[in-house]
Nanobody
Framework: QVQLQESGPGLVKPSQTLSLTCTVS??????????WNWIRQPPGKGLEWMGVSAYDGSTYYSPAHKSRTSISRDTSKNQFSLQLSSVTPEDTAVYYC?????????WGQGTQVTVSS
């Protein structure tokens, strides 16, 4: 059973950079044909895909946030990370890391990030 666990600060000040890490267990982030995503859900709104790190390390971002988003990975730790720069209160959300591919998906439990001074 693939397990994903998000970690990072729960409170970020406006204009700073939000940084989250997803630690993956019982699966390798380099396994062919799987992709590792960051998705968020602002309060009272639907799910929003932020971007993805594919098994080969290539990355793709939502056009809505591309200029502020970076996804990286550490294969030695089997982790991938999200950085979102110049945050505003509108970036307040529950952030999820997920795996997609192979006809099934796995999600972390999510972590609340609040942007506030």
């Amino acid at each position: 059973q693939v397990q994903l666990q998000e970690s990072g600060p729960g409170l970020v000040k406006p204009s700073q950079t939000l940084s989250l890490t997803c630690t993956v267990s019982d699966a390798s982030i380099t396994t062919n044909n799987y992709a590792w995503n960051w998705i968020r859900q602002p309060p009272g709104k639907g799910l929003e895909w932020m971007g993805v790190s594919a098994y080969d390390g290539s990355t793709y971002y939502s056009p809505a946030h591309k200029s502020r988003t970076s996804i990286s990975r550490d294969t030695s730790k089997n982790q991938f990370s999200l950085q979102l720069s110049s945050v505003t209160p509108e970036d307040t959300a529950v952030y999820y890391c997920t795996r997609s591919g192979g006809g099934e998906s796995y999600w972390g439990q999510g972590t609340q990030v609040t942007v506030s001074s």
